[in-house]
T-cell receptor
Framework: GAVVSQHPSWVICKSGTSVKIECRSL??????MFWYRQFPKQSLMLMAT?????????EQGVEKDKFLINHASLTLSTLTVTSAHPEDSSFYIC?????????????????FGPGTRLTVT | GEDVEQSLFLSVREGDSSVINCTYT??????LYWYKQEPGAGLQLLTY?????DMKQDQRLTVLLNKKDKHLSLRIADTQTGDSAIYFC???????????FGQGTTLQVKP
C-alpha cells in the first residue's frame, strides 16, 4: 500500500529557533498534502492544505507566517515552525492524497504519515 | 458548522464486543471514516462507509450509519488486547479531503 514518511520522527529545539518537518509520499505522487496538529489526548486539528506548485491554504486561526508550508514537488511537502515557542510543542501529522484521486471517486485514498513529535524547551 | 463528537473512553474485557459511537453534523460527506491510532503513531484507516449505506461489515468490524440522526458507530467483535488504541471517526465535508475528526475514543481492553 501507499506509504507516507515524516522526518524527523521527533525533535527537541530551543525556544526561538526554527524547525523543519518533511512529509514524503514514497510510492505515489500527491498533489495535495494536509498538515494536522494533535495535542496530547486530543483530536487532530487541520492546520493547512498544501498544494503542489501553489500557496498553501491555512485554516482559520493558523498563522501562516509562523507555520511555513512548501510543497515543491509531487512527493514532498515541508512544514517549518518559525521562532518556535513551548506552546508549539505538539504532534504534527501529515497526510497525502494520491494523484490518482478524482472528484467524485472514493476519497479514502488519503494516507497518513507516522507523525513528528516536536518539543520546544 | 462542522463538528464531530465521540465519547472519550471505553473499557471492555477481551473477547467482548466494543461499540464506539460518533455523531457528526455535516451532511455533505460522501464517506465517513474510522481511524485507529496506537500510542505515538500516526493514523491507520480502519474502514469507511458510503453515506448511502446503512451498514458495512469487514471481518470483525461493523459500521452502522443512521443518516437521519447523523450517528455513526463502530462495532469490534471479539475484541483483543491488540485493539487497545484511540479510535477516531471523521467526516469529509464537501469531499475536499479535509477531514474533520472527533475527539477520539480511547479503547481499553482488559485481559
Amino acid at each position: 500500500g501507499a506509504v507516507v514518511s515524516q522526518h524527523p520522527s521527533w525533535v527537541i529545539c530551543k525556544s526561538g529557533t526554527s524547525v523543519k518537518i518533511e512529509c514524503r509520499s514514497l510510492d505515489f505522487q500527491a498533489t495535495t498534502m494536509f498538515w494536522y496538529r494533535q495535542f496530547p489526548k486530543q483530536s487532530l486539528m487541520l492546520m493547512a492544505t498544501s498544494n503542489e506548485g501553489s500557496k498553501a491554504t491555512y485554516e482559520q486561526g493558523v498563522e501562516k507566517d509562523k507555520f511555513l508550508i512548501n510543497h515543491a514537488s509531487l512527493t514532498l511537502s515541508t512544514l517549518t515552525v518559525t521562532s518556535a515557542h513551548p506552546e508549539d510543542s505538539s504532534f504534527y501529522i501529515c497526510s497525502a492524497r494520491d494523484l490518482g484521486y478524482l472528484p467524485g471517486l472514493e476519497t479514502h485514498e488519503q494516507y497518513f504519515g507516522p507523525g513528528t513529535r516536536l518539543t520546544v524547551t | 458548522g462542522e463538528d464531530v463528537e465521540q465519547s472519550l473512553f471505553l473499557s471492555v474485557r477481551e473477547g467482548d464486543s466494543s461499540v464506539i459511537n460518533c455523531t457528526y453534523t455535516d451532511s455533505s460527506s460522501t464517506y465517513l471514516y474510522w481511524y485507529k491510532q496506537e500510542p505515538g503513531a500516526g493514523l491507520q484507516l480502519l474502514t469507511y462507509i458510503f453515506s448511502n449505506m446503512d451498514m458495512k461489515q469487514d471481518q470483525r468490524l461493523t459500521v452502522l450509519l443512521n443518516k437521519k440522526d447523523k450517528h455513526l458507530s463502530l462495532r469490534i467483535a471479539d475484541t483483543q488486547t491488540g485493539d487497545s488504541a484511540i479510535y477516531f471517526c471523521a467526516e469529509n465535508p464537501g469531499n475536499t479531503g479535509k477531514l474533520i475528526f472527533g475527539q477520539g475514543t480511547t479503547l481499553q481492553v482488559k485481559p
